[in-house]
């Protein structure tokens, strides 16, 4: 039985696939559930087989029929934002692509499809093409 104090990431072993969900072993006697969609890729198809590693996002605890509810998007954005984090503390530069201009600034999809707000003082134009 997992027992969990605080949210965790986890590794598992997809064991079934099913038509609408796959099944996960966390170890310790726990399996877990997720929703098929959770794998799709952008273009809507899933290619997880049996045996493939995941990491899983732990949201509950074992519930009456001895499954763990799991979210891999949850464990998958939450690594984006460690990486996005340590690269802020290591005074990193992180790159993104404008994806609309918003008042006061520009919104900005950066690593993961995560959606950032740059400032309008922060943006630089590029240098004016020398005439011709």
Do not use: H
Not at 68 to 93: P, R
């Amino acid at each position: 039985m997992i027992s969990r104090a605080k949210a965790e990431i986890i590794a598992g072993t997809v064991v079934q696939v099913g038509r609408d969900v796959v099944v996960v072993d966390l170890g310790g006697k726990s399996e877990g559930v997720i929703s098929l969609r959770e794998f799709a890729d952008a273009n809507g198809q899933t290619t997880v087989k049996a045996a493939t590693r995941v990491d899983v996002y732990i949201e509950s605890r074992e519930n009456d029929d001895g499954l763990v509810t799991i979210s891999k998007e949850k464990a998958d954005k939450m690594k984006v934002w460690d990486e996005i984090s340590n690269a802020c503390e290591a005074d990193e530069l992180i790159e993104g692509t404008i994806s609309q201009r918003v008042k006061g600034g520009l919104s900005v999809t950066i690593r993961g499809g995560v959606k950032a707000f740059l400032p309008g003082s922060q943006v630089e134009s590029p240098a004016d093409p020398e005439p011709r």
